[in-house]
């Protein structure tokens, strides 16, 4: 089934194709919905609750709702954005984010959502996990606690690059990133020109030998916040590394 | 030792300090002590992390003067990505981010820390000798002193992306070059910064030299002296090689590699400091320890390569004959001349096309140990580490500017004791005067950059049980 369907976000009408997620519809009308473990050319996840809209009065994610004719959708309330907040505030405290030396600091996503959000601190205590770095690729280093568990590398991985590097192992609090290899990442068949060294939200895997080296100022989210580019229509969701 | 007479903050901020003055049975003091509490965990923290995060990280270590960290840890990361040389639009970038820190922080600490001292004298009431007193009674001074500071800050945003904690320098190179645009903006206000940073010179020069007798009286003691000098011995902040000279001027050592460092300088623990205390290796601990910083730097070098501060340095020896100056007081002067130093190189770098170029960065053969030196403000700030094959540093070693004051700070306050020290009972003017020994350091403590110039300050005299006798703190 194809064709065009009309729906309406925020009392706004747009248009929209059979087939499409909400995410993608509103993303082409120019309408941001605020989504981490979403990513332009990645099957969705719908795993980090990010994007939740209501829809006819019911929660959902955008990412991976397809879109149905007749569809009232909220976007913007501040029911919405205290759910937003809350789950962004979960991510930074269940990690180690110290924006203020990380690399991807003014190019990371989950920062520059919780900027949008006007997250300034933490409402709940922080986890201080210890999970530990890998710095044995030769191009690649992952700090494994900024990890926000999105699965984008793992898609990437798979969809993009067509291999196995990363997948998840445990459940719950418990649950995190690992590799396909007995010991490090050296031993996988991860390049440093992969998709999914890209495609990280955060500043969980960075390629050697970049760090910093965009000034301040210039990069991504330094001169306006992130869904502005989705707004003006200048590009989709893709990530610009 | 009977009585123990303890000086320490009221208010607990970081970096706090503690003085213990020490007397003999008979109320003579026999020694003085100043206690820092250095925080340095950051030589833990960072083992582990990848070294192109450090120059980011460590700056953290010290609100300051984080570009001297900065650099000192980027220059030590070239030499791990194995370059020796930087490309000179790096090179330059650099050194003006450098010398815009060093005229930042010389004419904050001159104008709001030091000049309420000088103008209104150290017994003067602290209602008034403060940087507001200076502003009501030399508004001109303190607008000046805020400028200049704003100045070199915008310097360093124009290098390092931010006034505060910024990213420029990167291992092997710097991540921009200076657009027309920041430059001319620069440009624009350099002949006065000049005119105000030559004003400081004779303010203090002046001060010095019609209060030299007080000077001479007020922590005057010989010392070693160590500092970077360029290899045709001119001054030089950014990059140089080691050399130390003892109190008449005699080399001890001279165009030391700094990666040789540990050859020539070692550290001291003392059971009662959690600061160590550096010493020359070849003379020993005991005689060993050296001052750094601006009065060391300018009784180093054999010359200035910029001319008005050469013409001051000129004056500033004359005063000593040429042989070294040990007068502590003398720091001030040696600071505003490398504050005019700093402007004048601002002003040669912002008319060199070189800051233009588009070749930031070089790559080199990987090492796996390295050392970065740096003039910082306060003195000469060592940087060693050792990085894994991955990229993780596996070892940090910093001596901080600070540090390799330690122990001439030790000697002043202990010096001011012996002078001002009466009797068991602790007067205003030994606070004062314990204050402005310490200020003439400018310690990297934060109580000694009080915002209004004053140090938190208790003194308590203790009888030999350690009972208190007597109080006085500052308010
Ligand atoms: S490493 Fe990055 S991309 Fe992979 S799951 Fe973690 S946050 Fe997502
Ligand atoms: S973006 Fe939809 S659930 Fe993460």
């Known amino acids: 089934m194809s064709g065009k369907i009309t729906l309406i976000i925020d009392g706004q009408e747009i248009e929209a194709e059979i087939g499409q997620t909400i995410l993608d ?217 | 030792m009977s009585t123990k007479i303890t000086i320490e903050p009221v208010t607990r901020v970081e970096g706090h300090g503690k003085v213990t003055i020490h007397l003999d049975d008979n109320n003579q003091v026999e020694r003085a002590r100043l206690h820092i509490v250095e925080f340095r965990g950051f030589e833990r923290f960072i083992q582990g992390r990848p070294f192109w995060e450090v120059p980011v990280t460590i700056q953290r270590l010290c609100g300051i003067c984080p570009v001297s960290h900065h650099l000192a840890a980027a220059k030590a990361m070239d030499r791990i990505v194995g370059v020796d040389v930087l490309t000179p639009v790096a090179e330059k970038m650099r050194r003006l981010m450098h010398y815009g820190q060093i005229f930042q922080s010389h004419s904050l600490h001159f104008f ?132 130390a000279i003892d109190a008449a001027g005699e080399t001890v050592f001279d165009q030391v590699d700094y990666a040789n460092y540990t050859n020539y300088i070692a550290e001291e623990v003392r059971d009662y400091s959690y600061m160590k205390f550096p010493y020359i290796k070849s003379i020993g601990p005991e005689d060993g320890w050296y001052r750094v910083g601006p009065l060391a730097r300018v009784n180093a070098c054999n010359f200035i390569d910029t001319p008005l501060a050469e013409a001051s340095r000129q004056a500033f020896m004359a005063v000593t004959e040429g042989k070294p100056n040990n007068l502590s007081l003398a720091y001030h002067w040696a600071r505003m001349i490398e504050v005019l130093h700093a402007v004048e190189k601002i002003q040669l770098l912002l008319h060199d096309p070189d800051l233009q170029g588009t070749d930031l960065l070089l790559k080199g053969d990987r090492r796996e140990e390295a050392v970065g030196l ?9 940087h060693h580490y050792k990085v894994n094959e991955g990229g993780q540093v596996t070892m940090c070693n910093l001596i901080v500017s600070t540090t390799n004051n330690n122990e001439p700070m030790n000697r002043a306050v202990e010096s001011v004791a012996k002078t001002y020290l009466s009797g068991q009972t602790i007067t205003e003017g030994l606070l004062n005067h314990v204050e402005v020994a310490i200020r003439a350091y400018d310690p990297c403590l934060s109580c000694a950059t009080h915002a209004l110039g004053r140090m938190p300050l208790e003194v308590q005299v203790l009888d030999r049980e350690g009972s208190v006798l007597d109080r006085r703190a500052t308010r």
């Open chain 1, 25 to 241: 519809a509103a993303d082409a009308a120019g309408v941001y919905i605020p989504r981490l473990c979403a990513m332009k050319g990645l099957s969705p996840h719908g795993s980090c609750r990010v994007c939740t809209v209501h829809v006819n009065g019911r929660p959902q994610a955008a990412c991976t709702q397809p879109v149905a004719p007749g569809m009232s959708i909220e976007n913007e309330t501040p029911e919405l954005k205290a759910h937003r907040v809350s789950v962004i505030d979960m991510l930074f405290v269940e990690g180690n984010h110290y924006c203020m030396f990380c690399e991807k600091s003014g190019n990371c996503e989950l920062q520059a959502v919780a900027y949008r959000l006007g997250i300034l601190a933490p409402q709940h205590d922080y986890m201080f996990p210890c999970r530990g770095v890998d710095a044995s690729h030769p191009e690649v280093f992952i700090d494994g606690n900024r990890c926000i568990l999105c699965g984008r590398c793992v898609r990437a991985s798979q969809e993009l690059d067509n291999k196995n590097v990363f997948q998840f192992v445990g459940r719950g609090i418990h649950k995190r990133l690992t590799f396909n290899a007995p010991n490090n990442l050296s031993q996988t068949d991860l390049a440093g020109i992969d998709k999914a060294v890209d495609s990280c939200p955060v500043g969980a895997i960075l390629r050697k030998g970049t760090a910093f080296s965009v000034p301040i100022g210039q990069r991504l989210y330094d001169n306006e916040p992130i869904g502005s580019e989705i707004e003006s229509g200048r590009r989709t969701n893709d990530r610009q590394v």
């Open chain 2, 112 to 243: 709001h820390l030091c000049s309420p001292d000088l103008l209104f004298g150290f017994d003067a009431d602290v209602a008034i000798r403060n940087v507001i007193g200076v502003a009501q009674k030399h508004p001109e001074l303190a607008v000046q002193g805020v400028m200049m500071r704003k100045y070199g800050q915008e310097i360093i945003k124009a290098t390092a992306g931010k006034k505060i904690h910024g990213t420029g320098a990167i291992p092997g190179g710097i991540n921009k070059n200076l657009s027309i645009e920041e430059r001319d903006a620069l440009l624009k206000d350099i002949d006065q910064q000049i005119e105000w940073a030559q004003g400081a010179v004779k303010l203090a020069q002046d001060y010095t030299v019609s209060h030299l007798d007080e000077a001479l009286a007020f922590a005057n003691f010989p010392s070693h002296h160590l500092s970077l000098v360029r290899e045709d011995g001119a001054m030089d902040l950014y990059h140089g090689n080691l050399r």
């Open chain 2, 374 to 382: 740096i003039e910082a403000p306060r003195g000469t700030l060592f």
